[in-house]
């Protein structure tokens, strides 16, 4: 099992990477969200994927008896849900903005704060 989910997050991230090498800034975003999933898949098999039971502690103990499962990487991985849902919300409306005002998504072609090189459009 732990070989299958290595082998998930190792597609993931490398379809991710591919995606953040594109110019187009929403393929950039998606190929980001695809990382981040790969990172959630990754941190929650770190924990060690056991058949235990829920990780309760019983009356009057102060640990848990016998085999539970690790719930730290589970609560990483929500947390980590959690804040990537709100950057890549965040990033779609900048990408949004950016469209609407400069027309496209191309990243070589937002020069807004560059100036344009009279010897490079001259050889266009």
Same mark, same amino acid.
């Given at each position: 099992?732990?070989?299958? +989910?290595a +082998?998930?997050?190792?597609?993931?991230?490398?379809?991710?990477?591919?995606?953040?090498?594109?110019?187009?800034?929403?393929r950039?975003?998606?190929?980001?969200?695809?990382?981040?999933?790969?990172?959630?898949?990754?941190?929650?098999?770190?924990?060690r994927?056991?058949?235990?039971?829920?990780p309760?502690i019983?009356?009057? !103990?102060y640990?848990?008896?016998?085999?539970?499962a690790?719930?730290?990487?589970?609560? +990483?991985v929500?947390?980590?849900?959690?804040?990537?849902?709100?950057? +890549?919300?965040?990033?779609?409306?900048?990408?949004?903005?950016?469209?609407?005002?400069?027309?496209?998504?191309?990243?070589? !072609?937002?020069r807004?704060a560059?100036?344009?090189?009279?010897?490079?459009?001259a050889?266009?």
């Open positions: 099992m732990e070989m299958l +989910l +082998l998930s997050v190792g597609v993931l991230v490398a379809a991710s990477v591919y995606l953040m090498l594109d110019r187009n800034i929403l950039f975003l998606f190929g980001l969200a695809l990382l981040s999933n790969a990172v959630n898949l990754l941190i929650f098999a770190s924990g994927l056991t058949p235990g039971a829920p309760l019983d009356a009057g !103990e640990a848990p008896t016998g085999v539970v690790n719930a730290l990487p589970q609560a +990483l929500l947390t980590a849900i959690v804040i990537g849902f709100g950057l +890549l919300a965040f990033t779609l409306a900048l990408v949004y903005r950016a469209f609407m005002t400069l027309g496209t998504v191309n990243s070589d !072609e937002m807004v560059e100036p344009v090189d009279a010897g490079k459009e050889g266009k």
